[in-house]
């Protein structure tokens, strides 16, 4: 009933830039908080940074400064902006957000994921 759809991974150099996008399409009333997560392989999934539906943002130590969420909410889409990448962020990134129903239900969504490798 309702999907998120990453885009924006691929590959990049060590200091590099890349932008992620999630894009939440189906049954959407209004969604609440928006996130980014990611997963190396042998790694626990780990927070990168979040973002309520007003604004307030929160990241992972080892983000701040680097990375930036935001999210535009005509377009049911949140964004990772990611700057001076190293390797240790290569990881598969993931959205997820807390959809709201008509009746104010709370689902949270997932998105498949979208592969960040930084290497030279």
């Known amino acids: 009933q309702v999907q998120l759809v990453e885009s924006g991974g691929g590959l990049v150099q060590p200091g590099g830039s890349l932008r992620l996008s999630c894009a939440a399409s189906?049954?959407?009333?209004?969604?609440?908080?928006m996130g980014w997560y990611r997963q190396a392989p042998g790694k626990q999934r780990e927070l990168v940074a979040v973002?309520?539906?007003?604004?307030?943002?929160n990241y992972a130590n080892s983000v701040k400064g680097r990375f930036t969420i935001s999210r535009d909410n005509a377009k049911n889409t949140v964004y990772l902006q990611m700057n001076s990448l190293k390797p240790e962020d290569t990881a598969v990134y993931s959205c997820?957000?807390?959809?709201?129903?008509?009746?104010?239900?709370?689902?949270?969504?997932w998105g498949q994921g979208t592969q960040v490798t930084v290497s030279s």
């Open positions: 997820n957000a807390h959809i709201l129903d008509v009746l104010i239900r709370v689902t949270i969504y």
């Open positions: 189906g049954r959407i009333f209004s969604i609440s908080d």
């Open positions: 973002i309520t539906s007003g604004g307030t943002t």
